[in-house]
């Protein structure tokens, strides 16, 4: 059975860092898409940072340059590293999973999906 758990949100002010994790089991991470998500209150789910099985990453325009998607395939873990963060970045962080080839940005793509964790930030 696919379990994803994230962890690491919480509340930070503007300008400062999170890394978020993702602990996968039931799975080798290494052989899926993965990606995070996030919505803000009153908005739809939108496409963080995503890397396919390959390791080719893509990340949402906004945050480039800010944040960091990376696995530690031993671990069985993803991670997103979160600098410069801003109050725009407020969010439930989700990760996600699919085994198919590829990624995608679209969030209905993936199979499987964590319960999220609260990201803060205040100006």
């Known amino acids: 059975q696919v379990q994803l758990v994230e962890s690491g949100g919480g509340s930070v002010q503007a300008g400062g860092s999170l890394r978020l994790s993702c602990a996968a089991s039931?799975?080798?991470?290494?052989?899926?898409?993965m990606g995070w998500f996030r919505q803000a209150p009153g908005k739809e789910h939108e496409a963080v940072a995503i890397?396919?099985?390959?390791?080719?990453?893509t990340y949402r325009n906004s945050v480039k340059g800010r944040f960091t998607i990376s696995k530690d395939n031993a671990k069985n873990t993803l991670y997103l590293q979160m600098n410069s963060l801003k109050p725009e970045d407020t969010a439930i962080y989700y990760c996600?999973?699919?085994?198919?080839?590829?990624?995608?940005?679209?969030?209905?793509?993936?199979?499987?999906w964590g319960q999220g964790t609260q990201v803060t930030v205040s100006s």
């Open positions: 996600a999973a699919d085994p198919k080839n590829g990624a995608s940005i679209i969030p209905g793509w993936y199979k499987y």
């Open positions: 890397i396919d099985s390959d390791g080719l990453m």
């Open positions: 039931g799975y080798t991470i290494g052989s899926y898409a």
